[in-house]
């Protein structure tokens, strides 16, 4: 059962910015009621943790690779959590992924295995 639904994303020149989306698929409640992350893969690369979230929406991780580019926040109006992500790379070419932990965790996860529902994916390609 598909719970969360990715927006945004698509091809984006170097250097430039692109805004994400994650909002649930349903009346499901379960953006506003988790822990939620970002991850991303690259072709022939694992997936690796981007940014994470609290459900306060005042504690925020990063990875090393995007700290000071990307911001993760919670809308919470519309319910959503949205990655802006600023001076753009090619290496940041990618199938970015929300996931949403429902558990007692409080704060977020770098592992892809502590997330229970995951959403099918947006392209972010960087080129010329």
């Known amino acids: 059962q598909v719970r969360l639904v990715e927006s945004g994303g698509g091809l984006v020149q170097p250097g430039g910015s692109v805004r994400l989306s994650c909002a649930d698929s349903?009346?499901?409640?379960?953006?506003?009621?988790?822990?939620v992350a970002w991850f991303r893969q690259a072709p022939g690369k694992e997936r690796e943790f981007v940014a994470g979230?609290?459900?306060?929406?005042?504690?925020?991780d990063y990875a090393d690779y995007v700290k000071g580019r990307f911001t993760i926040s919670r809308a919470k109006s519309e319910g959503t959590v949205d990655l802006l992500m600023n001076s753009l790379e090619p290496e940041d070419t990618a199938v970015y992924y929300c996931?949403?932990?429902?558990?007692?965790?409080?704060?977020?996860?770098?592992?892809?295995?502590?997330?229970?529902?995951w959403g099918q994916g947006a392209q972010v390609t960087v080129s010329e």
């Open positions: 996931a949403a932990d429902r558990s007692l965790r409080i704060t977020p996860s770098r592992h892809h295995g502590a997330y229970d529902y």
């Open positions: 349903g009346r499901t409640f379960t953006v506003s009621g988790s822990v």
């Open positions: 979230i609290d459900r306060k929406g005042t504690t925020r």
